[in-house]
């Protein structure tokens, strides 16, 4: 049961993060009638994971060969864009808001990015949802044995798990100030964005598109990527104890270039369509 | 901006096809059978050559899905219930290299390759 239970925790911690902070991001810039984006992008991503576990057990041959592997880097390269994207404009925004009120973003122009806010729940979702599908079809299909509904109970309860740990974060985002959210989630997100990008290196890496590099490290000894706080630091900050030289370049090169994107805008003159024209204050 | 994120998205979406391509068209490899059955892999120590990329032929005879993962390998591959998946193995150094089941840590196994 404890097995199953860190299992569905850890695949679903990475989607309840993202949910959590993006129904926060909502009611933070006073959309909160606007959830239906995150709502809608998050049950897009668990429909399209539902049919991405149905379709893979109906494949075979070449196309359960590479499909998923495809499909999966998609997801991943499609997450790192929206999530950089939607960070970039947040560190925009962060500037305009910084102030003694905390002025609400003009709703116009926070409105026609809130696709982007759904296609970030989504791509959350879906990421390590139809993996998760697999994973608790396979365990009903046993539930009807005592260990086995153990095992079926222990996942569920590990989903639960994750469901809280979102909602933590969403109740505990509504006590800190705009701003600092703001910054916070920037730094986050650019983090998790770094990490996603490094494992789609890798894949290609392990796939034979990109050259084979060695280990760079192995601090599997410390604390391995397996373990309950290792996959933890894994989904949050894309921890690997044992990467590859091309991950932790891919790791470091994003992190500078989408580093500099976003936080190059704390020195330069603030873009025209800041509301009300005033020049904002700089936000760290 | 804007341009930047659509020749990042146009980018790829070709990298993602030339994948698919070199995919389809990969040359004739070895091919070592890998079973999954009840909490074992069979075999549980896979010999290969070093250097040579090869075809590892995972077949999931039990009746939940299993996912082959390794993390010397970062290789991630859903295996559904009574199916059999092609994972491509790049060309490995010298050594050992552990894999096991995601879906279910009492299975584990390794390559050795030499």
């Known amino acids: 049961m404890g097995g199953t239970f860190v299992v569905t925790l850890r695949e679903g911690f990475e989607a309840a993060l993202i949910l959590g902070i993006v129904y926060t991001y909502l009611q933070k810039i006073g959309a909160g009638r606007h959830y239906g984006y995150a709502t809608r992008g998050g049950a897009l991503g668990v429909l399209a994971s539902v049919l991405l576990g149905l379709v893979v057990t109906a494949l075979s041959g070449p196309l359960l060969d590479f499909g998923p592997d495809a499909i999966a880097l998609g997801v991943i390269f499609l997450a790192v864009v929206v999530l950089t994207w939607h960070g970039y404009w947040m560190q925009q925004h962060a500037r305009a808001v910084k102030g003694e009120v905390q002025r609400r973003i003009?709703?116009?122009?926070?409105t026609h990015r809130l696709w982007i806010i759904g296609l970030i729940a989504f791509t959350g979702v879906f990421?390590?949802?139809?993996?998760?599908?697999?994973?608790?079809?396979?365990?009903?299909?046993?539930?009807?044995?005592?260990?086995?509904?153990?095992?079926?109970?222990?996942?569920?309860?590990?989903?639960?798990?994750?469901?809280?740990?979102?909602?933590?974060?969403?109740?505990?985002?509504?006590?800190?100030?705009?701003?600092?959210?703001?910054?916070?989630?920037?730094?986050?997100?650019?983090l998790l964005a770094a990490g996603m990008f490094s494992t789609g290196i890798g894949r290609l890496e392990a796939l034979g598109f990109l050259p084979q590099s060695s280990t760079a490290w192995d601090t599997s000894f410390i604390l391995d990527d397996q373990g309950m706080v290792g996959s933890f630091l894994n989904g949050l900050i894309g921890y690997r104890a044992r990467p590859s030289f091309i991950e932790v370049a891919a790791y470091v090169l994003y992190l500078a270039v989408a580093g500099s994107l976003m936080f190059r805008g704390n020195v330069s003159k603030p873009r025209p369509t800041t509301p009300e024209g005033k020049v904002p204050a700089h936000a760290t | 901006m804007r341009r930047a994120f659509t020749i990042t998205i146009v980018g790829l979406v070709a990298g993602l096809v030339a994948v698919a391509g070199r995919a389809s068209a990969a040359d004739p490899r070895p091919e070592i059978a890998l079973t999954i059955d009840k909490d074992q892999f069979q075999p549980a120590e896979v010999k290969v050559k070093a250097n040579t990329p090869f075809t590892l032929v995972v077949t999931?005879?039990?009746?939940?899905?299993?996912?082959?993962?390794?993390?010397?390998?970062?290789?991630?591959?859903?295996?559904?219930?009574?199916?059999?998946v092609n994972v491509l193995i790049r060309a490995l150094k010298p050594g050992t290299y552990a894999f096991f089941d995601d879906f279910n840590k009492a299975a584990t196994g390794k390559i050795v390759a030499e």
């Open chain 1, 106 to 110: 003009d709703e116009a122009q926070a």
């Open chain 2, 60 to 84: 999931n005879k039990n009746a939940k899905a299993a996912e082959f993962e390794s993390k010397d390998l970062r290789v991630e591959k859903v295996v559904p219930a009574g199916k059999t």
């Open chain 1, 127 to 190: 990421r390590e949802g139809a993996e998760t599908v697999l994973f608790l079809w396979g365990l009903l299909t046993q539930a009807t044995s005592t260990s086995g509904f153990a095992s079926a109970l222990g996942a569920f309860l590990g989903l639960v798990a994750a469901a809280a740990l979102g909602w933590a974060i969403f109740r505990g985002g509504q006590h800190i100030s705009l701003q600092r959210f703001f910054a916070l989630t920037s730094a986050l997100l650019l």
